[in-house]
Nanobody, 126 residues
Framework: QVQLVESGGGLVQAGNSLRVSCVSS????????MAWFRQSPGKEREFVAS????????AYAASVKGRFTISRGSAKNTVHLQMNNLTTEDTAVYYCAARIGTYSESYRTPRFYRYWGQGTRVTVSS
């Protein structure tokens, strides 16, 4: 059994920062490629960022590159997403995802990820 638990969402004003985190347990305890996706009402779930097991490789969606940073915590089963200079367009439910297998920067659709968290809501006000 694999569980992913997100935390850190909330309400923030545009231009400010927020960090969301994800802790995995179970089969992914020793680390697995992980990613963040987000979904707004009426829109499909979209890729935000991903990170390899070691944290040495990362990938970002064009819309967040330069503003968001994905990183590993001190434990391999923890991933953070630091979000800076937030805009109202970043308002969404943010989901943590993990896959069993190799990492690739090209894995940017939900079908590549087997395990999902319940999501944490991020609301950016103008």
């Amino acid at each position: 059994q694999v569980q992913l638990v997100e935390s850190g969402g909330g309400l923030v004003q545009a231009g400010n920062s927020l960090r969301v985190s994800c802790v995995s347990s179970g089969r992914t305890d020793n680390g697995s490629p992980m990613a963040w996706f987000r979904q707004s009402p009426g829109k499909e779930r979209e890729f935000v960022a991903s990170i390899s097991v070691t944290g040495g490789s990362t990938a970002y969606a064009a819309s967040v590159k330069g503003r968001f940073t994905i990183s590993r915590g001190s434990a391999k089963n923890t991933v953070h997403l630091q979000m800076n200079n937030l805009t109202t367009e970043d308002t969404a439910v943010y989901y943590c995802a993990a896959r069993i297998g190799t990492y690739s920067e090209s894995y940017r659709t939900p079908r590549f990820y087997r395990y999902w968290g319940q999501g944490t809501r991020v609301t950016v006000s103008s």
